[in-house]
């Protein structure tokens, strides 16, 4: 061979060499390329996830929260028709505290009577109760309302309640009026 012969050959070749490396660079490049495209659909699917994960906990909290919502609504809807017949229900236990005294109107007690407990009742279904409060009982804040201090007439009345003004009733859990008491100093 020639000398020119020898020196394309030697070209050839060297350029055969670069292409292959050239060719296994791009086929690593490319794998690269693969994985990092399947590592990056991997994470964005993974986000997806966590992003339906969390809108769907929210919606859950959503549902229960109005559900809750729209229970305590129900229970107290009536709240100011309740609130509206307390001074009626007060106005009947004066008249019976009042008419017990006369003997001679054993009639009329009865007909109020019967139209109390009658009332009474039905408030009870729709659930009104009575806030238990006695003479005696230790004056606390956050369940009574204090009208007034007087000197206690013994000494174990002190800081307790003396006298009871007015019933406290609640709705469900929930109280719509707190007991009017007088309180011993």
Do not use: C, W
């Not at 020196?7 to 086929?27: L, M, N």
């Not at 990092?36 to 993974?46: A, G, I």
């Not at 929260?65 to 305590?72: A, C, P």
Request: hydrophobic fraction near 35%; glycine fraction near 4%.
């Amino acid at each position: 061979m020639s000398k020119k012969n020898k020196k394309e050959t030697i070209i050839e070749e060297d350029v055969k060499t670069a292409s292959k490396q050239e060719e296994t660079t791009t086929v690593q490049e490319e794998t690269k390329e693969e994985l990092s495209v399947e590592d990056q659909l991997k994470n964005e699917l993974q986000q997806e996830k966590d992003k339906f994960l969390r809108l769907f906990a929210e919606f859950e909290n959503y549902k229960k929260r109005t559900s809750r919502e729209r229970i305590e609504l129900f229970q107290t809807a009536n709240k100011d028709v309740m609130v509206s017949m307390l001074p009626v229900l007060d106005d009947f236990e004066r008249a019976l505290l009042h008419i017990e005294d006369d003997k001679e109107a054993e009639e009329l007690r009865k007909g109020v009577l019967l139209i109390y407990n009658k009332l009474l009742q039905t408030l009870q279904q729709k659930g009104l109760a009575k806030i238990e409060v006695n003479k005696g009982d230790v004056f606390d804040a956050d369940h009574h309302e204090a009208v007034t201090q007087i000197p206690a007439p013994s000494e174990d009345l002190k800081g307790k309640i003396v006298d009871v003004i007015e019933k406290g009733y609640k709705l469900g859990e929930t109280v719509i009026r707190f007991p009017k008491v007088i309180i011993g100093q």
